[in-house]
């Protein structure tokens, strides 16, 4: 039998390739009979989750829109004696409030329920967004 130098080349890739997988405990019979199982509170935490940015996007996002709409015809007013300035200010309060119910929400679920969730990155996501929708704000006012 003649030696094939790209067919030994090969075997010692999928070798190594093997090894470092059996390394890491994870063979493809072991990703494919076992599957990761989420745990009971996830499901709870995403919804929550979702539900609250959900609120606190939609309810930036009309009145952006409302104020957009409004302000071009009327200069000054949003509707009746609403200004601007007030609406923004409202929406500023509103942001932070939701910011800090979110903030509350996820330490609850992280200290009770899924310790990995809401870490430093979730925290830090939440607090810059709530930043940049404040700045959005001041710049109107």
């Known amino acids: 039998m003649i030696a094939d130098p790209i067919w030994d080349r090969v075997k010692r890739v999928t070798t190594a390739r093997r090894v470092a997988v059996d390394q890491l405990g994870m063979t493809k019979e072991h990703d494919m009979s076992e599957e990761k199982k989420v745990p009971e509170g996830f499901a709870a935490y995403e919804d929550g989750k979702h539900r609250r940015y959900s609120l606190l996007f939609a309810v930036n996002g009309g ?7 409004l302000a071009d015809k009327t200069p000054g007013f949003v509707l009746g004696h609403l200004t601007l300035r007030h609406l923004s200010l409202g929406m ?3 942001t932070l409030v939701m910011g800090a119910d979110i903030y509350m929400f996820g330490e609850k679920m992280r200290r009770h329920y ?13 607090i810059l967004l709530c930043l940049l929708i404040c700045a959005g704000w001041f710049l109107v006012i």
Do not use: E, P, T
């Open 114 to 126: 899924l310790h990995d969730a809401f870490g430093r990155q979730g925290k830090a996501v939440l």
């Open 63 to 69: 009145a952006f829109a409302v104020a957009q709409l």
């Open 92 to 94: 500023i309060l509103f």
